[in-house]
């Protein structure tokens, strides 16, 4: 499995990780706060280098107190780079190359599927939280999120990317956001839907950290704790969006496969959006209507 744990270092230190140049050599440092101590994540990242020191607390007013790993010495960024440069995205790839001045050892991902969750679990317990929103239509409900953000200079960062392809294409990926003049924009890969979110959540955890963990498990109490919403607009028939406010079975009313044409083409729902027996009944109507002396 060993690997695996250095997939989830890699991505551990693409979410939360960077390499430099100091003026008395050179330095790499991962931050995390907690409120309970030195964070686990650190501890393991730390255990999995095998180099490097963890400091704090560092205690700054109205924020949690923060711990970090840090490495100091050319041959200790090499270790780790050793260690965990094949599974290392662009970026931070090309921290290590300008810190060191030289290229790193063979990129090895995209690498097995149970290597690229792992990495993807790293990058969560680096980046990523589950949440609960408020339902917009319900009041008093809630649904769950999971949400990972990542900036990057120009299109969507390949963390994101390479996230949501490990996850089997499970979320979505934002458009730019910016949350104030002088702030970095990003972007935001999002899980949403309590389906969606299980089985997002079953993929990652076996490679998540007990924080992340936690967080998941009581959000999604919340969850199962709420009776089950009705779907759709009753006006529609017991089974929803299925049935046209004519009656007519929209699942089962198409004659030839579907093909989009122009912007629907990448939709393959689109056909359900509109009932084509009503379509083909309003079409004979009006030939029938022509017809008539």
Not at 24 to 43: F, H, K, T, W, Y
Not at 230 to 236: E, K, S
Request: glycine fraction near 10%.
């Amino acid at each position: 499995m060993e690997s695996h744990d250095l997939a989830w270092a890699a991505g551990f230190f693409d979410g939360e990780g960077w390499a430099n140049r100091q003026r008395r050599g050179v330095n790499s440092r991962i931050n995390q706060a907690s409120l309970d101590g030195v964070p686990e994540v650190l501890m393991k990242f730390r255990r999995l280098v095998g180099v490097g020191r963890i400091h704090g607390p560092v205690i700054v007013e109205g924020k949690q107190p923060l711990y970090y790993w840090d490495a100091t010495s050319r041959p200790d960024l090499l270790h780790v780079v050793e260690r965990i440069g094949p599974w290392l995205c662009p970026a931070k790839r090309a921290e290590f190359e300008r810190t060191l001045g030289g290229p790193l050892p063979a990129q090895v991902w995209p690498g097995s599927m149970s290597e690229e969750l792992a990495w993807a679990g790293g990058f969560f317990d680096g980046e990523g939280s589950t949440y609960l929103e408020k339902h917009r239509t319900h009041s008093g409900y809630f649904y769950p999120v999971l949400y990972v953000p990542q900036a990057a200079e120009i299109g969507i960062a390949p963390e994101l990317l390479r996230l949501k392809a490990a996850m089997g294409g499970l979320g979505n990926i934002s458009g730019v956001r910016q949350d104030g003049p002088e702030w970095t924009p990003y972007r935001r890969w999002r899980v949403v839907t309590p389906l969606k979110v299980q089985a997002a959540l079953h993929l990652l955890w076996p490679f998540i950290g007990d924080v992340k963990r936690m967080q998941a498990r009581r959000v999604m109490a919340t969850i199962h704790g709420q009776p089950d919403l009705p779907r759709g607009n009753p006006a529609f028939g017991v089974a929803g969006a299925r049935y046209c406010l004519r009656g007519h079975d929209k699942w089962n009313a198409r004659l030839r496969p579907f093909k989009g044409r122009g912007t629907h083409e990448q939709d393959p729902m689109n056909h359900l959006r509109q009932c084509l027996a009503c379509v083909r009944e309003d079409a004979r109507a009006r030939r029938n209507k022509k017809r008539r002396p």
